[in-house]
C-alpha cells in the first residue's frame, strides 16, 4: 500500500499566525488527496480534496480562504490555517488513495495543531 | 445521502472477550465497505474491508461480513487483547459519492488486563 507521511506530527502555534502542513506520498503519485478534521472524541470530517494542478474542492461549510490547500506536485499536497484561532485546534489528517471500487485510502498519521 | 451509523461507544471489555461492534449503512449505490482503526495518537489504518454482497472481510482475529439485506457490516473478534484498544471507524465508498470515504462516528474500544 501507500505510505503517507505528515509534518509536522503536532505544532503549537500563536493566535493569529498561520501554520502549513505537508501531506507525501511516499511511493505513489496521487493526483488526489484528501483533508480531514477531527474533533476530540469524534468522527473525521471531509474538508477538501486536493487536485494535482488545479484548485481543490471544498466541502460545504468549509472556508476556503481560511484553510489554503496546494497540490502542486503527484506527491506532495499543503493545507495552511490562516490567521489561526484557538477554535481551529484540532487533529488534521491528510489521505491518498485510487479513485474506483473497493479501493482503500491511505492515511497519514496526522498533526495535532494547537492554537494558543 | 450515502451515511453510516454505529454504536456508541466506549465499550469495555476484558481481555478475551467476544467483541461486536455494529455498523449499518445507507447507500443509493453498491458501495464498498471498510473498517478502519485508530491507536491513540496515530493517523488511521485500513482494518479490513468488502466491496460485495456476502463477502467476509477479516484480519488480525476481526471479521465483518457484507450484508446487503440488513445494509449491516458488523464487526467482530471472538478473543479480544488489550492491545486491541483503539476506536474503530465504520466507513463506505461508492460511485455516488465519488469514491469518498464516508466515516461512521467511531467507536472506542477499552480493553482491561
Known amino acids: 500500500g501507500a505510505v503517507v507521511s505528515q509534518h509536522p506530527s503536532w505544532v503549537i502555534c500563536k493566535s493569529g499566525t498561520s501554520v502549513k502542513i505537508e501531506c507525501r506520498s511516499l511511493?505513489?503519485?496521487?493526483?488526489?488527496m484528501f483533508w480531514y478534521r477531527q474533533f476530540p472524541k469524534q468522527s473525521l470530517m471531509l474538508m477538501a480534496t486536493?487536485?494535482?494542478?488545479?484548485?481543490?474542492?471544498?466541502e460545504q461549510g468549509v472556508e476556503k480562504d481560511k484553510f489554503l490547500i496546494n497540490h502542486a506536485s503527484l506527491t506532495l499536497s499543503t493545507l495552511t490555517v490562516t490567521s489561526a484561532h484557538p477554535e481551529d485546534s484540532s487533529f488534521y489528517i491528510c489521505?491518498?488513495?485510487?479513485?474506483?471500487?473497493?479501493?482503500?485510502?491511505?492515511f497519514g498519521q496526522g498533526t495535532r495543531l494547537t492554537v494558543v | 445521502g450515502n451515511s453510516v451509523t454505529q454504536m456508541e461507544g466506549p465499550v469495555t471489555l476484558s481481555e478475551e472477550a467476544f467483541l461486536t461492534i455494529n455498523c449499518t449503512y445507507t447507500?443509493?449505490?453498491?458501495?464498498?465497505l471498510f473498517w478502519y482503526v485508530q491507536y491513540p495518537g496515530e493517523g488511521l489504518q485500513l482494518l479490513l474491508k468488502?466491496?460485495?454482497?456476502?463477502d467476509k472481510g477479516s484480519n488480525k482475529g476481526f471479521e465483518a461480513t457484507y450484508r446487503k439485506e440488513t445494509t449491516s457490516f458488523h464487526l467482530e473478534k471472538g478473543s479480544v487483547q488489550v492491545s486491541d484498544s483503539a476506536v474503530y471507524f465504520c466507513?463506505?465508498?461508492?460511485?455516488?459519492?465519488?469514491?469518498?470515504?464516508?466515516f461512521g462516528s467511531g467507536t472506542r474500544l477499552l480493553v482491561r488486563p
Open positions: 511511493d505513489f503519485q496521487a493526483t488526489t
Open positions: 486536493s487536485n494535482e494542478g488545479s484548485k481543490a474542492t471544498y
Open positions: 468488502a466491496t460485495k454482497a456476502d
Open positions: 466507513a463506505l465508498s461508492d460511485r455516488d459519492s465519488s469514491y469518498k470515504l464516508i
Open positions: 447507500a443509493t449505490g453498491y458501495p464498498s
Open positions: 489521505s491518498v488513495s485510487l479513485r474506483g471500487p473497493g479501493t482503500e485510502a491511505f
